[in-house]
């Protein structure tokens, strides 16, 4: 029996999938590359869209990786690095302290494997990330397609007069959590995925 081209080579679908979700989820000034184009840093799929909540400009940056494809023995400490040089890379774009910066910059990596995430790996993903400093939000993603799991921080809630509030557009956190989980469930959806 012949296979089909998504058991050939299911990444290359997924990311295929990623980028078509990516396309119809937002029109506003959504930039998708190959790679980040500005000092070619290289992941399989970039993402960028600039936007504005009430009155303040945002910038949201978004890494796929494959981390399948990485030859690195320490796959934590590989998404570590990955993820601090996405945010190095989007620090250069800004010609003041991140304390100045107007326009907040939300930069999410998005790791995707067919193989289970460690405990530690998980654990990273789940780390509180927001500063007092401001200028910068990011998080992590892990996505595991053998078990059609995805780890982050979660949604985000603020408190105003003891009653909790959940802002999806606003909050930079909740509006990562909410596109990725929507690409998520477009590519494990397939039945292919185990």
Request: net charge positive; charged share 25%; hydrophobic share 35%.
């Amino acid at each position: 029996m012949k296979k089909n081209n998504f058991t050939k080579n299911p990444m290359k679908q997924i990311f295929k999938k990623i980028k078509e979700t990516l396309e119809a989820s937002d029109k506003i000034d959504l930039v998708i590359e190959n790679e980040y184009p500005k000092t070619h840093f290289k992941c399989e799929l970039y993402a960028y869209k600039k936007g504005w909540n009430l009155f303040l400009p945002y910038q949201d940056h978004l890494f796929f990786h494959n981390i399948d494809t990485s030859q690195e023995n320490n796959r934590l400490e590989f998404i570590s690095k990955l993820h601090n040089k996405a945010r190095q890379e989007i620090d250069l774009l800004f010609k003041v302290p991140k304390i100045f910066i107007i326009s907040v910059a939300n930069i999410s990596s998005i790791f995707i494997s067919q193989k289970p995430f460690s405990a530690e790996e998980i654990k990273l993903s789940q780390e509180n990330t927001r500063t007092l400093t401001g200028g910068e939000f990011h998080s992590i993603f892990l996505i595991d397609l053998q078990s059609k799991t995805i780890h982050c921080q979660g949604k985000s809630f603020t408190q105003i007069e003891g009653i909790k509030h959940h802002f999806k557009k606003v909050d930079p956190q909740n509006r990562s959590y909410y596109l990725i989980t929507k690409i998520f469930e477009n590519i494990t959806k397939e039945s292919s995925i185990k």
